[in-house]
């Protein structure tokens, strides 16, 4: 992923932000929204395209754009900023892979000593119990 090459694909669109606000927000467009293009996208690799299309199917429109909002705060310059940190908090966790997890095979020893720990366990219990007579 190259961070400089997608900033440079992103499209801005400013709207008036909604909410409590007074005159200011009737006269000022401080909503951000971002649109990212993954498919046509020359900052990501093919395998990246394919991994964020997967897992963020929800996010993506059928058209191929992943939309970020932003109206937090009252500049529009903060909320750009903002915006385009959340886009890129959202493809990092788009690309992140979970690493494999290797089995462990425990040693005799080990396996040994767990089933002499149960079979004692069970002893314990089993005198616990009440004796019956004939």
């Known amino acids: 992923m190259k961070r400089e090459i997608i900033k440079g694909e992103l499209v801005m669109k400013m709207a008036r932000s909604s909410g409590s606000g007074g005159q200011h927000v009737n006269k000022v467009s401080t909503k951000v929204e ?4 993954v498919h046509n996208s020359k900052g990501l690799e093919e395998i990246e395209k394919i991994r964020l299309s997967q ?11 992943l939309i970020v909002k932003c109206q937090q705060t009252r500049s529009q310059l903060k909320n750009k900023e903002l915006a385009i940190n959340k886009l890129f908090k959202l493809l990092k966790k788009g690309l992140y892979v979970k690493p494999i997890r290797k089995k462990k095979k425990i040693s005799k020893n080990q396996n040994a000593k767990r089933l002499k720990d149960k079979r004692e ?3 314990k219990k089993a005198m616990r119990k009440s004796i019956k007579f004939p």
């Not at 971002?34 to 293009?37: E, M, N």
């Not at 897992?55 to 754009?65: D, E, Q, V």
């Open 121 to 123: 366990h069970s002893e």
């Open 34 to 37: 971002l649109h990212f293009h």
């Open 55 to 65: 897992k963020l199917a929800n996010r993506i429109t059928k058209a191929g754009f």
